[in-house]
């Protein structure tokens, strides 16, 4: 077999075979397919496409390329959840304590930040003390002995994702759906849960910008889940404006404690309800989603989901009273705000503006040798369909000491991310569609 043979056949639109597709991926790993080649592939994907049996064989091969995860030894029906990524999501902070708080086991990898969006393995190491790193044995005990573990991912889980990604992103050849699709599936196969809940962004903040991208998306990922054996359902969710108002990974801690608390912003609750319910479906603990809603409500109202949230971060070495005390998150020297320079209603807040900012105030790297300040990031007080008057404070900035020139750049983001109008509007709906 020739790599220039299998990327003519994709070039003219031919369909690869999985011993094919085999060949190119461990052929790129062990260091024979070159990256030019690799790369001329993949750009003859993103013109051609590939059929489902392609992009299954592409996941699988990934998810084998590296460390797969046996999660057998821990009981009950292993659920994971995985977002393709937004502004403000602190999602996985307080959906795994809720989740595992109502019987569904959570065994967690999850990523750092790069860019404008955040990562949670970040903002959870804003949390004093808190331990990123366990050993596999550690993590299957530490989930088999309280319901739950949030880890970074190894560094061997999907090796043939992670060189494939890199190159992407500097051929012009992330956009693709097949493409993106098996990168997701073939991390969440390799981490081995039994099922997983896909919350797929739509907007503006998010990599798919229209609804029907999205649905494609969630359509080939539902697809390849199912093919391979591991229930996958995906919920499609508005992306229009940041998640919540806390932007920058202690912010964002202290926002997830509110909303485990019974305050915090009523999307990200309704979000965390949602994608909840649909992982007590699957894990087996609710016979529909109206009956797993119930139960979460109350898992929130008791305080049961709260104190799983402390036992996460006591397992993990962290400080469990942050949960009772959040002043003991680091905080920032300085509050700079925005303010609405006319009267109106908020139409739009631009997530990817706000993101940068964000990243400009130390909350996120520009590059993954970057260090982060935890402290750092954007508080929004104002939302999509909210009224102000001039001179009201739409957002908060949060920074320490940094360059002027980034300060300055990030007010100017954070200002441009509102856009006002005279007439009253409402939101889009935060959840567009199910795809099961
Ligand atoms: N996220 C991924 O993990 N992979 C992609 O290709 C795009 C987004």
């Known amino acids: 077999m020739r ?8 070039r003219d639109g031919g369909e690869l075979t999985p011993d094919e597709i085999a060949f190119l991926i461990r052929g790129y790993v062990e260091g024979t397919v070159p990256d030019y080649q690799m790369s001329a592939w993949a750009m003859a994907v993103v013109w051609r496409g590939m059929t489902p049996a392609e992009t299954a064989s592409l996941t699988l091969e990934m998810a084998r390329s590296g460390d797969q995860v046996d999660l057998g030894p821990i009981e009950g029906i292993k659920v ?11 999602t996985t902070i307080l959906l795994a304590p809720l ?36 050993s596999r044995e550690q993590f299957l005990e530490q989930v088999s002995r309280h319901g739950l573990a949030v880890i970074s991912q190894s560094g061997n889980i999907t090796p043939a994702d992670k060189l494939l990604y890199g190159l992407r992103d500097v051929t012009a050849t992330v956009e693709s759906i097949p493409l993106i699709a098996s990168s997701i599936m073939s991390k969440k196969i390799a981490a081995g849960a039994d099922a997983i809940v896909l919350d797929v962004k739509v907007g503006g903040g998010a990599f798919m910008k229209t609804l029907d991208e999205a649905i494609s998306l969630a359509e080939a990922m539902v697809r390849i889940g199912t093919d391979v054996g591991r229930e996958t359902i995906a919920v499609l969710t508005s992306m229009d ?19 485990l608390k019974g305050g915090g912003p009523a999307d990200l609750k309704e979000l965390c309800l949602t ?37 996460l971060i006591a397992a993990q070495g962290g400080s469990p009273s942050v949960v009772d005390n959040p002043a003991m998150l680091p905080s920032a020297s300085r509050v700079l705000e925005v303010k609405a320079e006319e009267s109106g209603y908020v139409s739009g807040i631009e997530a990817e503006r706000l993101g940068i900012a964000a990243m400009l105030l130390g909350a996120g790297r520009e590059t993954k040798a970057d260090a982060i300040d935890p402290a750092a990031g954007v508080v929004l007080r104002r939302k999509v369909g909210d009224e102000v008057a001039a001179g009201d404070v739409l957002a908060e900035l949060h920074v320490n000491e940094r360059p002027q020139a980034r300060i300055e750049e990030a007010l100017r983001l954070a200002r441009e991310a509102f856009r006002l109008q005279s007439r009253p509007c409402r939101p889009e709906p935060l959840v567009y569609a199910i795809v099961s």
């Open 241 to 259: 404006q940041p998640l919540g108002l806390a932007i920058g990974n202690a912010l964002e801690v202290r926002e997830a404690i509110e909303t």
């Open 275 to 311: 994608l909840g319910a649909h992982m007590l479906v699957l894990g087996g603990v609710a016979d529909d989603e109206t009956s797993a809603r119930a139960k979460l409500e109350e898992r929130l109202s008791s305080g049961y989901a709260l104190k799983k949230l402390k036992e």
């Open 80 to 90: 994971d959840k995985h977002s393709t990524g937004g502004v403000g999501d602190k």
């Open 3 to 10: 790599a220039v043979d299998l990327i003519r056949k994709k």
């Open 99 to 134: 989740v595992a708080s109502a019987g569904v086991p959570v065994a967690k990898m999850s990523g750092r930040g790069l860019g404008h969006t955040g990562g949670t393995i970040d903002k959870l190491e804003s949390i004093p003390g808190f331990r990123v790193e366990l």
